[in-house]
């Protein structure tokens, strides 16, 4: 039922199109990294008589340009997409496992079980992510790995408590009365009854979470705190500032820019068609 009616809000919503065929080809640019980027990640583009091209604006060579040290803007481009759908992906979906069970077992079981769990969620909220991503990484070594588990760390929260709202007016419909007056235990309610009814929302939240997460790690990396074995859209930014070329290689600059801008726009116009189908009422709107 959900791919037409998926199909169907995309048919009406031009914009939801849109953003499938942005995200498809973010998808298909950082699957096909290796054959469309001309040169490595960190790879000089050394001129046809062996020279480093310092700051060449774009040309037929260097479609982007080059950056201060001579590596083509254009293959850090196309090789920083990896790095973003990579964290957006792994990140959303960590974050949405770990809030979703959390609010399961939260909104199920009551008690001192939720007292416990909610308070650590406003426990986490009420940690700044960016001063504790900060200290965290300066104290470990920078790792693409790190910056995952700490957007993980940062996201689970809304998620959980979105969750385990749904499942407290969940546990309380017939279908689980039933369930439980036919001898179900617990667990075989919360994950074979209450957890199918919830995971739609959960998947609205892995779409928030792919956004969220791709710029947090271009922050990250901006700041100078991602991983610097990594060319990411962020870390290209980050390398532009320090160069002082933030207003004068406008080549270098622009790229990563609107390449994050249009993802993250991408992101949101697919969520939006996705939220219509859980609320036929926006619909209208």
């Known amino acids: 039922?959900?791919?037409?009616?998926?199909?169907?809000?995309?048919?009406?919503n031009p914009s939801?199109?849109?953003?499938l065929a942005l995200i498809c080809g973010f998808v298909a640019l950082a699957v096909a990294a290796p054959l469309i980027a001309p040169y490595g990640p960190f790879e000089v583009a050394f001129g046809p008589d062996r020279s480093v091209p310092r700051l060449a604006p774009p040309s037929a060579r260097n479609w982007f340009g080059t950056t201060?040290?001579?590596m083509d803007v254009f293959s850090q481009l196309v090789w920083g997409s990896r790095v973003a759908l990579t964290v957006g992906l792994l990140s959303a979906l960590g974050s949405v496992v770990v809030g979703t069970l959390i609010g399961l077992v939260s909104g199920y079981f009551g008690g001192w079980i939720d007292d416990v769990l909610m308070r650590l969620t406003d426990v986490a909220f009420g940690i700044p992510f960016l001063?504790?991503?900060l200290v965290v990484i300066a104290m470990a070594e920078p790792s693409l790995g790190l910056v995952i588990l700490l957007v993980i760390f940062f996201l689970w929260r809304t998620t959980a408590r979105v969750?385990?709202?749904?499942?407290l007016s969940l546990k309380?419909?017939?279908f689980v009365w039933a369930a439980r007056a036919a001898g179900a235990g617990h667990w075989a309610i919360l994950f074979r009854h209450i957890a199918p009814n919830v995971l739609p929302l959960s998947f609205l939240y892995v779409a928030v979470g792919v956004q969220t997460g791709v710029m947090l790690e271009a922050a990250l990396s901006f700041l100078g705190f991602g991983d610097p074995?990594?060319?990411s859209w962020g870390i290209m930014l980050n390398a532009a500032f320090r160069a002082g070329a933030m207003r004068t290689a406008w080549w270098w600059v622009l790229p990563p820019g609107v390449a994050l801008s249009l993802f993250v726009m991408a992101i949101f116009m697919v969520g939006r068609a996705y939220e219509e189908i859980l609320n036929p009422r926006l619909r209208a709107v």
Request: net charge positive; proline share 9%.
């Open 131 to 133: 001063p504790f991503a």
């Open 229 to 231: 074995h990594a060319q």
């Open 163 to 167: 969750i385990r709202a749904q499942t």
């Open 1 to 12: 039922m959900t791919g037409p009616r998926f199909l169907d809000v995309l048919g009406r």
């Open 16 to 19: 939801a199109a849109v953003g």
């Open 172 to 174: 309380e419909r017939p």
């Open 68 to 70: 201060n040290q001579g």
